[in-house]
C-alpha cells in the first residue's frame, strides 16, 4: 500500500477570487508583485487564485487595493431553514 497522502480537491475559486485574479493577469502583474503591494503572501494569493482557501475580508480589501480597486460589500440574508429569498435591505 502506497504511503501517499490523499490530496484535498480545492474547493470552488470564489468569484471574487477569479476577478482579481483575471485583473492581475490584465495588469500584468505577478503574484510577488501583488504580495509587495498588498502585505499578502504570495502563497495566500496562490491559494486565493487556485481555491485552495478563500480570503479574509482584510485579505480582499489589501489585494484589490494592491490591483487599485475598492471593494463594496453588499450582504444578503435568509432566514434559516427557509427557502432562499430576499429580505428587505435593512
Do not use: N
Not at 485583473?23 to 501583488?34: C, G, I, P, S
Not at 463594496?72 to 429580505?87: I, K, M, P, Q, W
Amino acid at each position: 500500500m502506497s504511503d501517499k497522502r490523499k490530496r484535498e480537491a480545492p474547493a470552488a475559486i470564489h468569484p471574487i477570487c477569479v476577478q482579481l485574479h483575471q485583473m492581475r493577469l490584465d495588469l500584468r502583474l505577478t503574484q510577488d508583485e501583488v504580495s509587495r503591494r498588498s502585505g499578502v503572501w504570495q502563497s495566500s494569493i496562490s491559494d486565493y487564485e487556485t481555491g485552495k482557501s478563500q480570503p479574509t475580508l482584510d485579505s480582499l480589501d489589501a489585494w484589490a487595493s494592491a490591483l487599485g480597486l475598492r471593494h463594496h460589500l453588499t450582504l444578503h440574508f435568509t432566514a434559516v431553514g427557509e427557502r432562499d429569498e430576499a429580505l428587505p435591505v435593512l
